[in-house]
């Protein structure tokens, strides 16, 4: 069984998975935006995706493209913010830094039969008669490596994290998340410490 990311174009829930907009926090609880290891300016709030009882949401930077290590899971260009969601409230972009995208959309998940992401999406789509850009990817599963298994290991137990979610970069090519092009991203968790990682391929 795969479960398809589909696009929806209307606005989600703020414990829900969506793309742009605003990162949220809990009422009451600290918020630091992260900041690129490399240029030292805040990163671009990509999206939140619903994991279980977690929001995981996704952070790269976009100040000077390319050259920031953004693609790695351990090269301080992007990260994963996670928390439990209870009463949530939107938080405020920082001043500098390219930090929001033009674009805030949610997403619903479809269960298809297969074990194939890449047919699944396919397939979907065609039989939908919409275009394949609908499908925004996918939550658990098997990740659809292009370059080969870059599963990152946790930091904390050093084993090799649980794979959550497979994204494209997005249904608008205006507004889409830059994964060098045509690439395609991945999210991982460790239950260890509850961490979580990302990386792109192209």
């Known amino acids: 069984m795969i479960k398809l990311l589909i696009n929806n174009s209307d606005l989600a829930e703020m414990s829900e998975t969506s793309f742009g907009g ?13 900041k690129c290891s490399c240029c030292e300016l805040p990163m671009q709030f990509l999206a ?16 000077d493209p390319g050259m920031c290590d953004d693609w790695d899971a351990n090269g301080g260009g992007n990260t994963v913010i996670v928390i439990k969601p209870f009463e949530l409230e939107f938080v405020q972009e920082p001043s500098e830094g390219i ?10 998940v479809v269960s298809v039969d297969g074990n194939d992401y890449e047919a699944a999406r ?16 996918q939550i658990s599963g098997e990740p659809s490596w292009i370059q080969g298994d870059e599963t990152p290991n946790c930091t904390v ?9 497979q994204l494209e970069q997005g249904p608008d ?6 994964f060098g092009g045509g690439g395609v991203a991945y999210s991982f968790r460790c239950t ?6 990302f990386l792109w391929q192209c």
């Open 157 to 165: 137990c050093n084993k090799p994290m649980e794979f959550v979610a």
């Open 122 to 137: 396919s397939e979907w789509a065609e039989k939908n008669g919409i275009s394949p850009r609908e499908v925004l990817g």
């Open 48 to 63: 939140k995706l619903r994991i279980d009882e977690e929001l995981h949401q996704i952070f790269m930077c976009q100040n």
């Open 99 to 108: 930090t929001l995208r033009k674009t805030e959309h949610s997403a619903k």
């Open 192 to 197: 260890c410490n509850g961490s979580a990682k």
């Open 173 to 178: 090519w205006k507004t889409e998340m830059n």
């Open 22 to 34: 605003k990162p949220v926090k809990n009422i009451g609880e600290d918020f630091h935006w992260p």
